[in-house]
């Protein structure tokens, strides 16, 4: 059975900088393409990032945030720059067993972590 568990959150001012991780177990770690997602209260989860082998970006945070992956620890990560109050959200970090690359559709993905808080002061 496919786990992901997210840590790394927290409070943080608004131009600091925070890195998520999500550990993962259960499969070939490495032929999975990978994603982070955010949802903000009252609005829906939207799409951050996703890598299989290069990283791709919502516009929103391109240039401040930073996917990458670990094969070896079975990990992928979110270093997250510049943080602004909108980044206030529970992020999420999904598998996808299905397609070989990542996708910015929440139906792209199998399986799904329990979502770490980050909470951003202006």
């Known amino acids: 059975q496919v786990q992901l568990v997210e840590s790394g959150g927290g409070l943080v001012q608004a131009g600091g900088s925070l890195r998520l991780s999500c550990a993962a177990s259960g499969g070939t770690f490495d032929s999975w393409a990978l994603g982070w997602f955010r949802q903000a209260p009252g609005k829906e989860r939207e799409f951050v990032a996703g890598?299989?082998?290069?990283?791709d970006y919502a516009d929103s945070v391109k240039g401040r945030f930073t996917i990458s992956r670990d094969n070896a620890k079975n990990t992928v990560y979110l270093q997250m720059d510049s943080l602004k109050p909108e980044g206030t959200a529970v992020y999420y970090c999904?598998?996808?067993?299905?397609?070989?690359?990542?996708?910015?559709?929440?139906?792209?993905?199998?399986?799904w972590g329990q979502g770490a808080q980050v909470t951003v002061s202006s």
């Open positions: 999904p598998a996808s067993l299905r397609y070989l690359e990542p996708g910015r559709r929440s139906d792209h993905y199998d399986y």
């Open positions: 890598i299989r082998w290069r990283g």
